[in-house]
């Protein structure tokens, strides 16, 4: 139990490529319906925090040509990614932690954060430096997720997987569970305005979209040892049983549930206003 770990349990650059990708095919129509829908002015500056390999970056610069869109991420391997990934004039790539402080771009209008906060510690002083750095009324787009990934026929090696996947994170002070938290989070915080809310949650249909499963457990694989939580047997057992539930034809698999939030920026005096 003495191993050091960074908080973000995942690979990065390079070594996460494949899997990203998996996941923004998986999850990037649903993502683009829900900005779209959500935003009824053409915003004028966009962060796209935690931006990952830039995705989503990429298609916001597309979809609000008039915007400057700027990708945060505290990784420069990711941000090397992104930044060999995007072609668009209207971007630019930042290497920000708003767990460590303000970022001074105070007319961002438009914040969009997926599947970023699971990998945040302290979501009070990410939000406090976060509401620093934006235009008191912009508006915050969250996709977080919430366990567990499930499958018909349901299998006991998936659900280790799952608790272990819990167990792990929240003994590292994380929560990959994170619908609940959150949900208590933006509806106890008064500099929120919750203008919509939504779940999504696509079905994985072909053996490279069901390999997320074993894509996603494999980079745990090693904490879970060095932590203690499984044996290497444990571990490549679970595997295994992942590896073939995404070759299995006849199996269905869930991807997993992805809270929407549409929030707005209350200003503090606003916030006041509303006790
Ligand atoms: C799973 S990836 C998601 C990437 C992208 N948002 C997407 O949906 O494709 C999570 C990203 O959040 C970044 N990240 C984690 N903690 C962060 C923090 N405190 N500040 C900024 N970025 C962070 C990681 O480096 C990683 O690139």
């Not at 932690?97 to 699971?118: E, N, P």
Request: net charge negative; glycine share 4%; aromatic share 8%.
């Amino acid at each position: 139990m003495s191993q050091t770990l960074n908080h973000y349990l995942l690979n990065v650059g390079e070594h996460d490529k494949t899997r990203l990708s998996i996941l923004s095919d998986i999850y990037n129509s649903g993502s683009r319906a829900f900005i779209e829908r959500s935003t009824s002015h053409a915003p004028t500056h966009i962060l796209d925090i935690g931006c990952g390999h830039g995705q989503m970056t990429q298609w916001l610069a597309k979809q609000f040509p008039q915007a400057q869109v700027t990708g945060i991420d505290v990784s420069t391997e990711q941000l090397d990614m992104s930044r060999a990934n995007c072609t668009m004039p209207n971007v630019s790539f930042v290497q920000h932690d708003f767990t460590q402080g303000v970022l001074k771009h105070t007319a961002v209008d438009l914040v969009y954060i997926r599947y970023v906060l699971l990998h945040v510690k302290n979501w009070q002083t990410f939000f406090d430096n976060l509401l620093q750095s934006i235009a008191p009324d912009a508006k915050i787009l969250i996709e977080e997720p919430g366990f567990p990934f499930f499958c018909y026929p349901s299998n006991e090696q998936l659900e280790k997987a799952n608790r272990l996947g819990c167990q792990l994170t929240r003994q590292l002070g994380l929560n990959y569970d994170c619908i609940e938290p959150l949900w208590h989070k933006v509806t106890h915080c008064e500099r929120f305005k919750i203008n919509q809310v939504n779940f999504t949650q696509p079905l994985l249909k072909s053996p490279e979209e069901k390999s997320i499963l074993w894509r996603s457990f494999i980079q745990i694989a090693q904490p879970l040892i060095a932590l203690g939580f499984a044996s290497e047997e444990e571990v490549n057992a679970i595997l295994a049983e992942l590896v073939n539930i995404a070759n299995d034809q006849h199996s269905i698999v869930g991807s997993l549930r992805l809270i929407q939030l549409n929030l707005s920026a209350l200003p503090l005096s606003s916030a006041a206003q509303h006790e």
